[in-house]
């Protein structure tokens, strides 16, 4: 199991209910938020940054990521992540 800090950046046009659809996929899986930064929302220019450690099994993992892949596309946002020490 996982128990490293990791950030998720996600930018773009980001608008209030689409940081509600990122944050739930989070509670689908035995991920926690330790921080979440939000700047100019309902701007083109928008950010959400949200710090977190998983205590999920590889394969949940997997699954998560796919998800934030798949919201990424379809909410029209660029996302990066990086590995926190």
């Known amino acids: 199991m996982n128990t490293e800090k990791i950030q998720l950046t996600f930018k773009g046009k980001l608008e209030v209910l689409m940081v509600a659809q990122i944050t739930r996929?989070?509670?689908t899986?035995?991920?926690?938020i330790i921080d979440l930064q939000m700047d100019n929302i309902n701007y083109d220019s928008g950010s959400l940054i949200v710090i977190f450690n998983a205590s999920s099994?590889?394969?949940?993992?997997?699954?998560?990521w796919n998800e934030i892949k798949q919201i990424s596309k379809d909410l029209h946002l660029e996302y990066s992540n990086k590995y926190l020490t």
């Open 25 to 27: 996929i989070f509670g």
């Open 29 to 32: 899986y035995n991920i926690n």
């Open 57 to 64: 099994t590889t394969d949940e993992i997997d699954s998560f």
